[in-house]
DNA sequence: GCGTCCAGGTCTACC
DNA sequence: GGTAGACCTGGACGC
């Protein structure tokens, strides 16, 4: 096994500990945070087809220390690589200054820009992002922790000690409905997640292109809504994840933050709101994710 | 132990 | 365009 060290530069309004919690991704397979040494674990595939164990952690307030083992020396090409991936799952290419600005406009959202938060953490693909959503939908969230856990141990790359990539396009659409039913427990969202990676896979649909379209977002989400398993809820969130902040992507769990946070836990109406957050424009997804889960910020380890 | 309900929704048929 | 009903699964809850 080889192991190296490389370091990579942040943008100044980059808080790393806060994009790994900014929601769930980073509990579900193949990341893992190590809560004690305030660390981000994460195996990638790479395009000669190796496979490369990242451990990242902030080193200072202007970089991140990547810790990697591969079983191949890890030349300069996959240390470019490395950085592409891990650049694009903290959001560190993606420019927040517009956002931060707005937020010190408003009072009650000066705590996004001075805690210089807003990035959310994204997978290394598309494709994982939107089998993972899906697989969100209308459970629990110990049913997408089986769900995803068992589609990595069927299908992810084994690396050692049981860590495993998050499987290919191909991989799943090399499938049954019925194995995906019987031993994924993917249940009713089992066709929906076959057809969308078999056109993943034959280029039918080419997502990954998606984080840098030159669409617009309403072409985007009218496109992701075309995916049979993603609805709105699961559209408004995978916008968000390709940066693109238009939408609430409302579910149960964020509802009810709203109405606790707004109503004293009175039900409203979805429109109501949606009237609330129209005024923040182009990002008004974002600041309403982050006054949902503004409670998380005042905890080191928020799940 | 068993039945019911519901959870970080979506699709289809029908009006 | 709006809405009712069906859909997998697992865990919580009441009995």
Sequence with gaps: MKAIHIFIDVPIDFNFWRTVYSHGWCSLRPFSVDKENRMLNRLL???????????ITAHNNSQLKINIQSKFPVNGTM???????????????????EFHRESRRYPRYRWISSMKVGRMLRAPSVFEDIIKMICTTNCSWSLTEIMTNNLIDEFGKSFENSKQTFPSAEALAGTTE??????????YRSPFILEFATNVANGKLNIEQWRNSP?????????????KGVGMYAA????????????????SWVRGQ????????????????????????????????????KHWFKKEIPF
């Design 258 to 293: 709203y109405y606790n946070l707004y109503h004293n836990g009175r039900v409203v109406s979805d429109k109501t709101i949606e009237r609330l957050y129209k005024p923040f424009g182009r990002w008004r997804g974002l600041f309403f994710w982050l006054e949902m889960t």
């Design 236 to 251: 408004g969130n995978i916008l968000k994840l390709l940066g693109r902040y238009d939408f609430l992507g409302l579910d």
């Design 79 to 97: 240390q470019k690589q490395i950085r592409a991936k891990i650049s694009t799952m903290l959001r560190l290419d993606e420019d927040f200054a």
């Design 215 to 227: 669409l617009a977002t309403e072409v985007l989400y009218k496109e992701l809504l075309n995916i």
């Design 178 to 187: 019925q194995f995906l039913r019987k031993s994924i427990k993917t249940g």
């Design 45 to 55: 595939h790479l395009e000669n087809d190796s496979l490369a164990f990242c451990q």
